[in-house]
Structure formats: structure tokens, C-alpha cells
């Protein structure tokens, strides 16, 4: 966990006051709204279907169990009582009133959390991994240098007036759980040949209305050049990036019109000039942001205690549970826990204000207090210990959190949709929840494996659907709501997108076409460890589509 | 459905003007008398594409109660009574089609077939 000093926290204290005088003035006129808008957006306030929206950032995905109890607090007191985890670990309140948004950000303000940058264009919050310092292999803590890059790039005067928005995402792991190649910069931390540890910088990902996957054009960065080469970048950016036509002006669109080489030169030569001024990032300055990162102290524990072992024996929901929501971790003796936000008939990704404050307390006894958001929509209690995990199921369990569906096909990402967003087409959370009832089976679920699906609203992908194994794209067609569906995407670090596999199926259908996709797979598979995908990537859309379109 | 805001004005039937509330962005419409309500049954139903204009260049200068006013189609019912013309339009009066969380339904708390 970071530890915040004081000019942070004045920081947020004075910008919350400017925030409430800005309401004020809007609210008695002496502000326009376009004169407000702006202002708004600057602080992650958006205006929806029903309601505003409050973006609150959550740095890489790291909260403490005070933070979370506070996210709840304002759930309660100004919102309905939930709030919703999206695809980049932020979170979302759906129902506060403009009038009380200056409160509710006072208050989440006190724990260091805010909605700058949030929106706009401007430079997002920087995610990364959700199992990120406690993973086995893992280089390095990515959130580290998440922290360099968020320290750097919040308010950073130069950067503040983008073409668009700007998204970095790191890992240090060889398994991406980032998305790294979806974003405009992504960073993986890696030791080379040589033994030293340093960065490889991929530009132009990005999904929406022109799909791409992110070019490396820097195989190897030592970190001291870390922000001299970013700033590069964004220079590059802020100078030929288009300003005429918002469907053309992020980074992607200039990295494919350059060609990857020409627009890495660009780099290059405006690198050249500035790596080693004042950004070269002095040793010093890492040590102090790393030394701010407080680490559990962890005792000294074996693996698999036999009092976990009988618990395994004993419980044959438990014994799913663990196989499916527990992973390794670094430490002897503790485990990596997911919580699944994915109830059967559930909007993916919710969670109660209840179900929050008992995941702080959860947090709080058995994770050092530590919990993480994932882009998948999860969340994860990082540091539990292995002899805990049954008194930490049952909990889980009560609360509707240990649903063991974590990677499984019920695991859906979905972007909120025309329930919500008023730049979708389509819904796409009753169609997760109808997705979820379908495939409630647990065996079914566990034969299928590993299987991703992605549900966007509308063309802006906030559900990642180019990269789901299975997308879904709503569109409109004649007033009713019909879906795209994609095929064989990835997200991870063999990033790929899908490929269209036929017409547009209506909302009626969709549902059962996703259920015949399926059972092509379990035709058409070579074993059963061949994942979904990999026999979409073996096959081809092909002997899906005739199924999938079968007359019935 | 493309933001009605960003869609060009094409009048092809009984249409209201619409915003959201400024101090709490509730979904309201403009009525006869230049206000705004809640309840679609008050809003003034503009039956030209002149009128149309009129009613949302006023709305639109109202910035002190509501945001982003735009024109949204209705369809009249039998008995004059009028209901939004789409499916945004529904959602945007009746609210999310799904059970917000916090109303836990039975489902999500029972067990999965193992």
C-alpha cells in the first residue's frame, strides 16, 4: 500500500473546495454548462442516462480496507447503495446528485481517493496487474513504477491538453493480466539477456472504433529513462496527434498512419534531446516512492497445512471454491484469493455497500488490510493465509462472493450499457445476467475452461470485446438491439483481436447462439485441455458459424 | 442509438422535448408553460419540425434547471396517453431494465450445481 504524505492530501482538500465552488456557481448560473463541463470532467463527473456518475481512480487497482469502507459510506449516504468496479479498477457510483457530489468527494478525499483524470483527455489511471508484488515469478512490484508514472503524469502541466485520452498499463509478469497490448502505452518490466531489468514499450493499442494492437517500439528501456522516454512519446503525441476529428486523434491512429518504425524515430529523436536532463529518474527518487510501499510482514508458514487439507476433504464447495479462486503466492503458507463479482444472474462487476464493508473487515483480518481490483472486475483479497482460507470462504460464501466462476465462461466482463451509458446502443448487463442463468452449471462451466467473455454496449469497447474468446458488440438496428459476435480474441500476452463470425443476432438470440458457439467447441475440440480459444485459433470461425446460424 | 444530441433534427413524428435535471440529472420534460416535469404525460408533444426547433432552442437556454435538452420520440396510445418512442427513451423514464444491486435476489446467494 502507498502511504500518502500531506501535499497529497491538501492537494485533494483544496480541489474538492474549488470543485464545490464550481458546483455552486453552476447551480446558481454564474457558470454555463459549457463553461462547467469541463470543470466536471475533470473530476470524473460524468452526466449519464439517469443520472450523473462519479469516476473515482483507484491507483493501480490497490485499495485498504479504510478506502473501501469509505467507497461504501458514500454508496450509502449519497448513492443506492452499490457501486460498480470497471474494466480499467476504477470505480463507479451511479446515482449522486450534482448537489451532493462536493460532500461525497470530501469525504473519499480524506482516504486519498478522487476523480482526477478519471475523465477527459488527459492521462488515465495507470493499471496493472491485480495479483501484482504477491505472484510468484513476478520480476518486480509493477506498481511501483504505476506510482512513478501516476506521480509524474497527474497534473502534469505539458500533458494536461491531450488530443485525447491517454491509458498506460504495466505488468512484470510473463502472464499478462493487464491488457498491456490494448492500451496507448504498455509496459512490461522483464530481465534481458544481460541480466538487468528494464522495460519493454509498446504504443498504439487500443480498442473502439479502429481496433489495434500495440507496436513495442523500444524492446529494452532501462528505468532510469523511464519518464524522459514517455515524455518523448507524449510529446510526439501532443504535437501530430489529430485534434480535427475525435474518432481519429488517439495515439493508435497516428502510430498507424506514421507506420510503427517512422513514429519510433519521432521518438527517438525527441528522446534523444531530453534522457538525460531532469527526468532521468534518479535512483534515489525510486527508493524514496518504494520505501512509501508499505509490504506485509509475512510470518513463516508452510504450504498446504494439513488443517487447510482436511477443509478440502470436507467440503466439496469449499474444495471448488479453492480449485478455482485460489492461486499461489509468493510467500510460503498464503494464497492469492479472487472474489467473484460475477453472481449467477448478477450485473458483473457490482458490488453493495454491505458486501463492501464486509470485504474491508475481511481485508482487515485476513489480507493486512489490502484488497485489489482487477480489470477483470473481481476483486482480490492479495495476502491471505493458507489456514485462514476456509473461515475466509465461508464468509465470501454468505456474502454471494465465492461463486467459483473465476476465468470460467459465467466470469463475463460488461460494460454498463443503455441501462446505464448514454453512448451505448444495447444493453449488455441483462444479457450477462441471461448468460450467467444459462451456464449456472458448475461441471458444465469446469469441462468448458478457461473461456472470456466480452459484452460492449457500443462500438467504444469499454467491455473489451475485441478481445473477449467470445465478444459481444450491441448495435441498433430498426429501434431492437442486435449483436455482433467475435470469435478467438485474447487479451493477455498473445493480445489478438476476434474475428467477426456472421450477421448481427438479435437480443432474443443472442443467448442461444453463445450457447451453440459453445457446443460447437465441445464438437470440435482435440481434448479437453484444448482451451475455447485455441481451437478457434486451430479451426477458424468457420465450423462455429455453421452451427452458430443453424436453423433450429 | 447515436447520442440524440449528436444526431441531426429530422422530425418524423410526435416528438417531446427532454434533459436531464441539473442538481440531480433525473430525467425530465419540457411542458406547455416552459417548465419541466417528471411525468411524460406533461410534457408539451411538438407536432412540427418548427415547433420542434422552437421548443428546444427554449429549452435549451434554460441551463438552470436542465442539461443537454434534446428531442425524443413518443408514441401516442390510444386515449392521447403518450409513452417514450424507443427503448433509450424507456430506459431513460422506467430506469435500468435490471434489479439494482442491494436487492440480493435468492439466486445469487444459493449454491451452484456442483
Avoid at chain 1, 94 to 120: C, F, K, Y
Wanted: glycine fraction near 8%; proline fraction near 5%.
Amino acid at each position: 500500500m502507498y502511504r500518502y504524505d500531506e501535499f497529497d492530501q491538501q492537494l485533494l482538500v483544496e480541489r474538492v473546495a474549488e470543485f464545490r465552488d464550481q458546483v455552486r456557481r453552476r447551480l446558481s448560473g454564474e457558470l454555463t454548462e459549457e463553461e462547467f463541463k469541463p470543470l466536471r470532467l475533470m473530476n470524473g463527473v460524468y452526466l449519464q442516462l439517469h443520472a450523473y456518475m462519479l469516476r473515482i481512480g483507484i491507483p493501480y487497482g490497490t485499495l485498504s480496507s479504510q478506502q473501501l469502507r469509505t467507497i461504501a459510506d458514500v454508496a450509502r449516504r449519497y448513492d443506492r447503495g452499490y457501486g460498480h468496479f470497471t474494466t480499467r479498477q476504477n470505480i463507479q457510483f451511479n446515482w449522486i446528485s450534482l448537489e451532493e457530489l462536493p460532500d461525497a468527494m470530501a469525504e473519499l478525499a480524506r482516504v486519498g481517493l478522487h476523480g482526477i483524470q478519471t475523465s477527459g483527455n488527459s492521462i488515465r489511471n495507470v493499471t496493472t496487474d491485480q495479483w501484482a508484488g504477491v505472484v510468484p515469478h513476478e520480476i518486480e512490484d509493477p506498481r511501483i513504477w504505476a506510482e512513478v508514472l501516476r506521480q509524474h503524469t497527474t497534473m502534469h502541466p505539458e500533458f494536461s491538453f491531450l488530443p485525447r485520452k491517454f491509458k498506460i498499463a504495466v505488468t512484470a509478469s510473463s502472464d499478462d493480466r493487464a491488457a498491456i497490448r490494448i492500451h496507448d502505452i504498455g509496459l512490461r518490466l522483464y530481465s534481458n539477456q544481460a541480466g538487468e531489468t528494464g522495460f519493454e514499450v509498446m504504443v498504439g493499442g487500443g480498442l473502439g472504433r479502429t481496433p489495434f494492437l500495440g507496436k513495442t517500439i523500444k524492446p529494452f528501456l532501462a528505468k532510469r529513462d523511464l519518464l524522459s522516454y514517455l515524455e518523448a512519446i507524449l510529446r510526439v503525441y501532443n504535437q501530430h496527434g489529430r485534434r480535427d476529428n475525435i474518432y481519429k486523434a488517439r495515439i493508435k491512429i497516428l502510430v498507424h498512419d506514421l507506420g510503427a518504425e517512422t513514429f519510433a524515430k519521432e521518438v527517438e529523436d525527441e528522446w534523444q534531446a531530453i534522457k538525460d536532463g531532469p527526468l532521468a529518474l534518479d535512483e534515489g527518487a525510486v527508493v524514496e516512492i518504494r520505501a512509501r510501499f508499505r509490504y506485509p510482514v509475512y510470518e513463516q508458514l508452510e504450504n498446504s497445512p494439513l488443517a487447510l487439507e482436511r477443509a478440502r476433504e470436507g467440503n466439496k464447495q469449499f474444495a471448488a471454491w479453492l480449485e478455482n479462486s485460489v492461486r499461489p503466492h509468493k510467500a510460503p503458507g498464503y494464497a492469492i484469493v479472487t472474489l467473484s463479482l460475477k453472481p449467477e444472474g448478477g450485473p458483473p462487476g457490482d458490488a453493495t455497500a454491505d458486501q463492501m464493508d464486509a470485504i474491508a473487515a475481511l481485508a482487515d483480518a485476513h489480507s493486512f488490510g489490502e484488497i485489489r481490483v482487477g480489470h477483470d472486475q473481481n476483486l482480490v483479497l492479495p495476502h491471505v493465509r493458507q489456514d485462514h482460507l476456509d473461515t475466509v470462504w465461508r464468509a465470501l460464501d454468505a456474502l454471494g462472493l465465492a461463486t467459483p466462476n473465476i476465468g470460467l465462461v459465467s466470469d463475463i466482463i460488461a460494460c454498463p450499457g443503455l441501462d446505464y451509458c448514454s453512448l451505448a446502443n444495447a444493453r449488455s448487463i441483462p444479457v450477462a445476467q441471461e448468460l450467467t442463468r444459462r451456464f449456472r452449471g458448475l461441471a458444465r462451466s469446469r469441462d468448458l475452461g478457461r473461456l472470456h467473455i466480452n459484452i460492449s454496449g457500443c462500438i467504444n469497447a469499454c467491455g473489451h470485446h475485441h478481445v473477449g474468446h467470445i465478444g459481444l458488440l450491441g448495435v441498433e438496428k430498426n429501434g431492437e438491439e442486435f449483436y455482433q459476435i467475435t470469435l478467438g480474441g485474447r487479451s493477455d500476452e498473445n493480445a489478438t483481436l476476434g474475428a467477426l463470425l456472421g450477421p448481427a443476432v438479435p437480443y432474443g438470440e443472442v443467448v442461444d447462439v453463445v450457447d451453440r458457439i459453445v457446443d460447437a467447441y465441445l464438437e470440435l475440440r482435440k481434448d479437453p485441455q484444448e482451451l475455447f480459444v485455441d481451437t478457434v485459433s486451430r479451426l477458424g470461425t468457420e465450423p462455429f458459424k455453421e452451427r452458430a446460424y443453424a436453423a433450429h | 442509438m447515436t447520442a440524440p444530441q449528436q444526431q441531426k433534427l429530422r422530425f418524423t413524428g410526435p416528438m417531446v422535448v427532454t434533459a436531464n435535471r441539473l442538481s440531480d440529472g433525473v430525467v425530465i420534460y419540457f411542458t406547455h408553460d416552459g417548465g419541466w416535469s417528471t411525468a411524460l404525460n406533461s410534457a408539451a408533444i411538438v407536432a412540427t419540425s418548427e415547433e420542434a426547433s422552437q421548443r428546444l432552442s427554449r429549452a435549451l437556454r434554460d441551463e438552470q434547471h436542465a442539461v443537454g435538452a434534446y428531442l425524443a420520440p413518443v408514441t401516442m396510445a390510444a386515449g392521447q396517453r403518450v409513452t417514450p418512442g424507443n427503448l433509450r427513451e424507456r430506459i431513460r423514464h422506467d430506469g435500468p431494465t435490471i434489479t439494482l444491486p442491494g436487492v440480493i435476489p435468492a439466486e445469487a446467494s444459493a449454491h451452484v450445481p456442483l
